[in-house]
């Protein structure tokens, strides 16, 4: 039996009129095009990134491959796919697809950051970059990331810095054979901002020749960009893009273009005084994590390089005239180099971009705004001459454009779904006039991933037009009416009553009684659909008690090595073997992850694999201790908490249900009132972790103390009565111990 399908064949058609509105829309799509050194960037990245999934394809054989390619890596959520794909396998893969897996990450960073920032904070990236992914001089090739050996790196990390500045040999000095010249500013701009300000200039000239209607609408400009980032660029050079950098005057009287370069000067000038801070830094960092790493005995150096070098029609050659002084080179380990630049070199360059008059004058924007008094005249805005810049929200664009009532909108970068955001509001306000435009990088990534995410709105409404045709009707059934009858009626057999002929049964549904803290986790809702009873207690002892017998204490795999640490783990183990039979010890993977301690990955692994191994080795070897110092005490390995809701499920199978009050009365002093019994269990949590402070003294600070902050504040003296001389000593020096001293 199918429903009717809601949605017609021509239900786009109909969408469309309604958005539509009696208005005409006004969309303006801007195509800019990209500069060559840009091109050269992201054709360069796009090469590292088809050899890093070539790589992973080869390393990783047997998983399912089909959506792994070059496309698909251009979107946000690639490396997450990649990542959630090998979770699962993530013991087992090699030190070489772990590594990759990580690159693929940077170089997506990278491909947003080409077409974001601009080309000296870009330069600065790549920097940081080579420094993390760099092994420091005189090691082994280990922890070094594969792409940075192709041709195509060295690509992006030369043309990148011809970006900013380039070399210029003298004359004398190339006659001479002598290579050292001076350095001579490029400073390339983003083309988007001088796009923008064209656009901005088209709208006063419209403003200017067709005043605007009277509506409901102000005349303020709307700029959105992706992130606040951005949008702090963009108000940047809205600032200063009619600074002059030189001090000749126009003979001609007319007015300037609009350029970046006061910005870029700027940035510029920060980026050269920056360098060498960052090279000190870097140097001292790597210096003690070689350190570390060498006292960790973890020599062995993982594979580096690819198989073999892409083909020659693949590999990409440097454009564009001159010699450059500093460019990258490849160091004695094959891995890219960034060439440092003379002192001397450096400090022309400075002489050459140092400010102007006019650039002296200009005030930085504060990124804080201090809230200084310094006009004694304050008057309101005119919407019709601001310019608003924010970055995308979600949900609350919608909030803004009813705020802001716009009538230019200007998409720095274009986003579908803020696209729609636009169409209901225009549609919703026929008396309001609006006019969009939306920037877009010719032959881009963010072209690709615009239109890829226009074709999957597009695809998902006819598909949902056909699913909805083709739909079963669905009954709805009580979700406890497909559970058999008979093991409602037989929850209990006791097979112990004389003659055997009799079955004691009970129809009363499965109880676990659950600490109030363990009700945010999964586990929970797990067991309730499993139809059994969830009683939330505050629980002394234990997180699930499922029978008058059976405590289980819930750890996962973070929470195990932090109770292994503060040593809370044997307190609790000693606690349930006194008042429970059968104390168990849950250990509960992620579904998601591997289920498995210890990493395998390859034999040749990093300096890295061997730490974590360490650490694996190390929270093994606290298990065993725990298991010969209390020998009852059973663990549970559970993958995910569905197995765990499987496990428990077969552990209460002829088991009585437990009783509530009582599990809520175990640990708790049997002469206390019922009143003194009433405790708050967040500092008492907070106190077990003081050194000094047992299960035995707790009482006593608690009964004697109002609070953390008094028992913090009370003497060596005072703590002595209460839980005696060396635990008061560890108590007083916790509370007054300096954090700052070393």
Not at 221 to 229: G, K, N, P, S, Y
Not at 438 to 457: D, K, N, P, T, W
Not at 466 to 490: C, P, R
Request: proline residues 5%.
């Amino acid at each position: 039996m199918s429903a009717k399908a809601i949605l017609e064949a021509d239900g786009k058609a109909t969408i469309q009129r309604s958005l539509q509105g009696k208005k005409k829309a006004e969309v303006i799509e801007l195509e800019v095009p990209m500069t060559d050194a840009m091109r050269d960037i992201q054709n360069a990245i796009m090469e590292c990134v088809e050899a890093s999934i070539g790589e992973l394809k080869k390393g990783n054989p047997g998983l399912a491959m089909e959506d792994w390619n070059v496309d698909r890596a251009i979107h946000k959520a690639f490396d997450a796919m990649v990542r959630r794909q090998l979770d699962p396998v993530w013991h087992r893969v090699s030190w070489k697809t772990k590594q990759i897996v990580s690159d693929l990450t940077v170089l997506r960073g990278l491909l947003d950051a080409l077409l974001t920032y601009d080309a000296v904070s870009f330069l600065r990236y790549l920097d940081t970059v080579v420094a993390v992914h760099s092994p420091p001089p005189g090691s082994t090739k280990q922890n070094v990331s594969p792409w940075l050996f192709l041709d195509a790196a060295h690509t992006i990390f030369d043309t990148a810095k011809r970006r900013v500045y380039t070399g210029k040999l003298d004359s004398k000095g190339f006659a001479d054979g002598n290579v050292e010249g001076s350095l001579r500013p490029v400073l390339e701009e983003q083309p988007k901002w001088g796009q923008l300000a064209e656009t901005l200039e088209e709208i006063d000239r419209d403003l200017y020749f067709n005043p605007q209607i009277r509506d409901d609408s102000n005349g303020t400009i709307l700029i959105m960009c992706a992130d606040t980032q951005t949008s702090r660029q963009l108000k940047e050079y809205l600032q200063s893009m009619h600074v002059q950098t030189t001090d000749q005057t126009e003979d001609d009287g007319s007015e300037p273009s609009p350029s970046a370069a006061h910005m870029m000067r700027s940035k510029l000038r920060d980026y050269l005084r920056w360098k060498p801070e960052f090279a000190k830094i870097s140097s001292s960092l790597f210096g003690e994590n070689q350190k570390s790493l060498s006292d960790a005995g973890g020599g062995r150096g993982g594979p580096s390089s690819f198989r073999g070098k892409p083909p020659p029609n693949k590999r990409r050659r440097v454009r564009g005239g001159g010699s450059n002084i500093s460019t990258s080179h490849r160091g004695a380990d094959g891995n890219v180099k960034i060439g440092e630049d003379k002192p001397s070199q450096v400090a022309t360059l400075l002489s050459e971009i140092r400010p102007t008059d006019a650039e002296s004058m200009q005030k930085a924007e504060p990124i804080v705004d201090p809230l200084d008094v310094t006009e004694d005249f304050f008057e309101l805005f005119d919407m019709d001459e601001l310019i608003v810049v924010h970055a995308y929200d979600g949900d609350m664009d919608e909030h803004l454009l009813e705020e802001v009532k716009p009538r230019y909108i200007i998409m720095y970068e274009p986003e579908p779904t803020f696209i729609r955001r636009v169409e209901v509001y225009r549609s919703s306000h026929n008396d309001r006039n609006v006019r969009s435009y939306y920037m877009c990088y010719g032959g881009s990534v963010e072209e690709q991933r615009f239109l890829s995410a226009i074709r999957r709105e597009k695809d998902a409404f006819t598909r949902l037009i056909k699913e909805k045709a083709n739909m079963s009707i669905v009954m709805t059934v009580d979700a406890h009416g497909i559970e058999d009858q008979e093991d409602v009626f037989l929850r209990t057999i006791n097979t112990r009553i004389a003659g055997g002929g009799r079955l004691a049964a009970t129809a009363t549904p499965p109880r676990v009684v659950v600490d109030v803290r363990e009700v945010r986790s999964s586990l929970p809702s797990l067991l309730h659909g499993r139809n059994m009873v969830i009683v939330p207690c505050m629980l002394t002892v234990g997180d699930y008690i499922l029978s008058p017998d059976i405590c289980v204490e819930r750890k996962s795999i973070k929470d195990l090595i932090s109770s292994f640490k503060d040593g809370r783990l044997y307190t609790q183990a000693e606690t349930m073997l006194q008042h429970y039979k059968s104390p168990m010890l849950l250990i509960e993977f992620d579904h998601n992850k591997s289920f498995m301690l210890e990493p395998m990955g390859d034999v040749q692994g990093s300096s890295s694999s061997a730490l974590a191994a360490n650490s694996s080795s190390d929270l093994q070897s606290k298990i065993v201790l725990l298991t010969l110092a209390f020998p009852r005490l059973r663990i549970i390995w559970s993958s995910s908490p569905y197995q765990t809701a499987e496990i428990f499920e077969s552990l209460k199978t002829q088991q009585a249900e437990p009783d509530p009050i009582a599990a809520v009365r175990v640990g708790l002093d049997k002469d206390m009132n019922a009143e003194d019994q009433v405790f708050n269990r967040e500092p008492q949590d907070m106190l077990r972790a003081v050194p000094g402070v047992t299960s035995k003294n707790l009482k006593n600070l608690v009964l004697k103390a109002g609070s953390i902050i008094e028992v913090s504040n009370m003497s060596e003296a005072q703590l002595a009565p209460m839980v005696g001389n060396e635990a008061g000593k560890k108590i007083h020096r916790f509370f007054n111990t300096n954090v700052l001293d070393g």
